[in-house]
């Protein structure tokens, strides 16, 4: 009989390319998730500010800051967005 050997737990990272666990959803969905986000909410931020809208505008610019700080991070653990 073949039995899995366990990693333990708080064991090493994963290696780059190693296949995720099972039930954990796919990083490629995450990172277009943060594409997404940077995209449509780096065009809100451009036209709520032509349209007057400075609050908003500010808002959406935070959301491009933590998205861009979301992909860059994404970035350094191993893979490029998208």
Do not use: K
């Not at 995450?30 to 505008?57: D, Q, T």
């Amino acid at each position: 009989m073949i039995t899995r050997r366990r990693r333990p737990s708080g064991g090493a990272p994963r290696e780059r390319g190693a296949r995720p666990r099972p039930g954990a959803p796919p990083r490629v969905l995450e990172r277009g998730a943060y594409w997404l986000l940077y995209v449509v909410a780096f065009a809100a931020a451009v036209l709520h500010w032509r349209a007057g809208n400075e609050e908003f505008a500010a808002l959406c610019a935070l959301a491009v800051a933590v998205s861009v700080s979301f992909i860059m991070s994404a970035h350094r653990r191993g893979g490029a967005p998208g």
